[in-house]
């Protein structure tokens, strides 16, 4: 393995998740979108943070706690659980895991907001307008939908209170030359201009605190204990206080501002808009990218808790197993755009592309060395032209993968990983091993298409391994590759030619069963 880099460093962040909901898919493709990446540049030789966490104060968290007789924290302790083990189930290789109710994050908050404070970024004043308390979010009265709120369509509360408010309106030019000035900071284009769209009308101040008397669950103002701190500017903080703003600053200063930042498109004015405001009037470097992807419609219809269709990955991963899970969701739609889940859909996928492509070949090649080598990789001699086109392919596909990650389309890296495997399949179907080891018994040709066989299936898991960590490892353990596919690095070991001759290779067991689509319920 090549040292790493210390310079190149990349940091990756989901949002952090409501506490108090039930983990749904939605949860789990951001999160499997942000290790695959995670994953895949630490096998590029990056020295990666990966933080995932979740968002536990405000008003729904304080109410489910009461409804259900126990402290808000007691609660929050609780119901993390259901995202932790589900990351673990999930294979999320996560560097660490923020929740806001921490000491470390309540610290930076409160830091955060008595500089801004002290510096007349935060000032206060009277709020008149709407408040949705659902959202926890102020209205104003051009913003209401038929008086209702713009986002949720449900009733809101006229109120007038004391509040403090950060000087966001002033940032506002900043912002849009920021935004025309890099092209990557907000992702796909279309949302980019989405958010530019919006910024051609004023920007207001943000309320930054609530009022104890309504909520108490909340991080307090540190200049001003009547006062929480508004969710949004608390939980927009996690980015910087879990890689140790204000504490850990080398470690800090290591990974920002090189972060991406992963959010569904729900989302985006809060990353877009809040969020670099807040970080330039506290002095920091706004992060490299914020992309946001689309939302996962099931069976053709929107995911609610009334239509009793939210998909639970758990189950999920029960059905389909783990990996079957993280590649369907990265395949099936490019990761900016609205994708649908249907149990068809996933079957079929998991038939062709699993089963058949891929776990096939890995069978039958494996099954081949065992029945004519017994179980010996065998050393390949001078390779023909349709050799060289095998090595061609993989040679062509690895800048490719990198290529398509960059630009974060998931579905398009795996087309490529797919190339390889079509082109080994048709390999196997041109040369017909079967035939030279019953007809010619020529075994040094029989030997060279075998071991170009297994050698692209190395490479395949070797590029598997971001997406499907577990499928990967195991056919690197089927090869017989001593030393783990984690240790390994794409410089070194994404060259033709790695897999070793005389290694012992395991009997094959299916990669992928076939799945029945009439034994499927879910
Ligand atoms: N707590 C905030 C985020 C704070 S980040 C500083 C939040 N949490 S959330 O629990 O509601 O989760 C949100 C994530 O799930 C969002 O990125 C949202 O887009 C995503 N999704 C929710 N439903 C979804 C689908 N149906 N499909 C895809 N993603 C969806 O918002």
């Given amino acids: 393995m090549t040292p790493l880099k210390p310079e190149r460093a ?61 402290d808000p924290q007691t609660h929050c302790d609780e119901m993390v659980q259901r995202f932790q083990s589900l990351w673990q189930r999930l294979n999320i290789s996560n560097n ?103 910024l051609r ?5 943000l309320c930054v605190s609530r009022p104890k008397k309504r909520l108490k669950w909340g991080i307090e103002i540190p200049f001003d204990t009547d006062y929480v701190t508004y969710v949004w500017f608390d939980a927009l903080i996690n980015y910087v206080s879990g890689i140790g703003f204000g504490s850990r600053e080398d470690r800090f200063s290591q990974f920002w501002p090189e972060a991406i930042h992963l ?43 009334s239509l009793q269709n939210v998909v639970e990955p758990n189950r999920l991963i029960d059905v389909y197993g783990v990996d079957a899970v993280r590649y369907f969701l990265m395949r099936e739609v490019p990761f900016g755009t609205d994708g649908d889940f249907s149990r068809s859909a996933m079957v079929h996928r998991i038939n062709s592309d699993l089963a058949n492509d891929l776990g096939n070949l890995f069978s039958r090649a494996l099954s081949m060395v065992v029945r004519y080598f017994d179980g010996f990789v065998p050393k390949p001699s001078l390779p023909q032209a349709v050799d060289r086109e095998l090595e061609e392919v993989s040679k062509k596909v690895f800048p490719q993968v990198s290529r398509h990650l960059e630009d974060l389309a998931f579905n398009k890296a795996l087309a490529s990983i797919w190339e390889i495997v079509s082109a080994a399949n048709k390999y196997v179907d041109e040369t017909a091993p079967w035939s030279l080891a019953k007809e010619t018994k020529d075994r040094p040709r029989l030997g060279t298409v075998l071991y170009q066989t297994l050698e692209s299936l190395r490479l395949v898991a070797l590029l598997l391994a971001a997406f499907m960590p577990s499928t990967s490892e195991r056919m690197w353990s089927h090869l017989n590759v001593e030393e783990p596919i984690w240790g390994k690095n794409f410089e070194m070991d994404g060259t033709w030619g790695g897999l070793k001759p005389g290694a012992k290779v395991v009997k094959p067991t299916p990669l992928f069963p076939r799945i029945d689509p009439a034994s499927i319920t879910l």
């Fill in 201 to 205: 009308s004023p920007l207001e101040d």
């Fill in 10 to 70: 990349f940091y990756i962040t989901t949002p952090i998740y409501y506490v108090n909901d039930v983990p749904h898919i939605g949860h789990a493709y951001t999160t499997i979108a942000a290790d695959i990446l995670a994953r895949y540049k630490r096998l590029e030789g990056y020295h990666v943070f990966f933080l995932t966490g979740t968002d536990e104060h405000g008003q729904k968290m304080e109410k489910a706690a009461q409804e259900r007789g126990v």
């Fill in 263 to 305: 959010i569904g498109k729900d989302i985006l004015t809060t990353h877009a808009i809040y969020w670099p405001t807040m970080l330039r009037a506290a002095g920091l470097i706004p992060p490299q990218t914020v992309f946001a992807h689309g939302w996962w419609t099931i069976e053709g219809k929107k995911m609610s808790k």
């Fill in 96 to 198: 660490d895991f923020i929740r806001t109710t921490e000491p470390r994050h309540k610290k930076v908050v409160q830091k955060v907001l008595q500089d801004l404070f002290d510096r007349g970024e935060i000032y206060q004043d009277v709020y008149q307008g709407w408040y949705c308390i659902p959202c926890e979010r102020f209205w104003t009265e051009k913003d209401l939908l038929e008086g209702k709120c713009p986002d949720c369509l449900r009733p809101v509360i006229e109120i007038s209170e004391n509040n403090y408010f950060f000087r966001m309106s002033k940032y506002q030019q900043w912002l849009i030359e920021h935004i025309e000035n890099n092209e990557r900071f907000v992702l796909p284009r279309s949302r980019r201009n989405e958010i530019l769209g919006f």
